[in-house]
């Protein structure tokens, strides 16, 4: 038996896949989850069934999200989970999470994500943050180091802005390869993501905050003055209360909105 296979199915490549099979980090994850019977929960990725199983046993009923036609289809014939399972045999970065609601509740959404699209996958998450409870998400722990930097920090960048504008982000297990197989090349780190009420939230259009933190991280040795010399001048950040001689990584996330804020308005008033 090879590397790539783990309980006979082959582990693919384009899909990213690594197995998870140690139950001690199992059971830490399926802890942090802490699934009732009550709620609406959401596995993406659930592969062959590492987290599938003990999260239905917990709850009673599942709804799982899989891309690949052959672990869908293993999942629908399951002998004791397939009766616990919702399967949607479809790719989570298009798929419609609040067509999964049911009045009055919200999603509690988990998964070993593929490496290879963790950062657009969890873009897409965000749009539906004010229909999801929280998040736990395995990933590579260099992803989750950058999701829940401080600013001042050197890994503090676009990824650190846009989660941190809508969740709390809390590292919750450490994963070292040899819980998957085939084991990865790095170590990997479960994230907690709690999103903020939408009234907490400061109002912003989030395609300019993207656009504010593309501009700044770009190059991340220059200056806010240069990071944004697109649309504003050094006075215009100065005036916004922002030293434009700072980097981007020592701007906090609410100097992040201000200037996305301001940069809404100025182009409002340009049209």
């Known amino acids: 038996m090879t590397d790539n296979v783990h309980q006979g199915h082959r582990a693919r490549k384009r899909f990213g896949q690594n197995f998870l099979h140690d139950p001690h980090v199992i059971g830490r994850i399926v802890k942090a989850i802490a699934p009732k019977p009550s709620d609406i929960l959401v596995e993406i990725g659930p592969g062959l069934g590492a987290l599938t199983e ?14 690949d036609r052959d672990l869908a289809g293993r999942l629908q014939q399951h002998p004791t989970l397939a009766d616990k399972l ?3 045999q479809a790719d989570a970065m298009k798929f419609d999470f609040a067509a999964l609601l049911k009045p ?4 509690k959404i988990f998964g070993n994500l593929p490496y290879n699209i963790s950062t657009p996958l969890l873009f897409h998450l965000f749009e539906f943050a004010d229909h999801i409870n929280n998040m736990h998400f395995m990933l590579q722990k260099e992803v989750v180091q950058r999701m829940t930097a401080s600013h001042g920090s ?5 990824l650190s802005v846009m989660t941190q504008y809508y969740c709390e982000a809390i590292p919750v297990v450490e994963v070292g390869p040899g819980a998957f197989k085939p084991a990865p090349k790095v170590d990997s780190a479960v994230v907690r993501l709690i999103p903020y009420l939408i009234a907490d939230r400061a109002k912003v259009d989030p395609a300019v905050l993207n656009r504010v933190c593309l501009e ?10 240069n990071g944004f010399s697109n649309f504003a001048t050094a006075e215009q950040i ?9 980097r981007p990584e020592q701007l906090p996330v609410s100097g992040f909105v201000k200037v996305a804020q301001w940069l809404a308005e100025q182009e409002q008033q340009d049209e």
């Open 154 to 158: 050197k890994t503090f960048g676009r």
């Open 104 to 107: 009055g509740q919200k999603l």
């Open 238 to 246: 100065s005036a916004l209360g922002i030293d434009p001689s700072i």
């Open 54 to 67: 003990p999260v239905a046993d917990a709850a009673g009923h599942l709804i799982v999200v899989e891309l």
């Open 86 to 88: 919702t399967v949607y």
């Open 216 to 225: 700044a991280f770009n190059q991340r040795r220059k200056t806010l003055r």
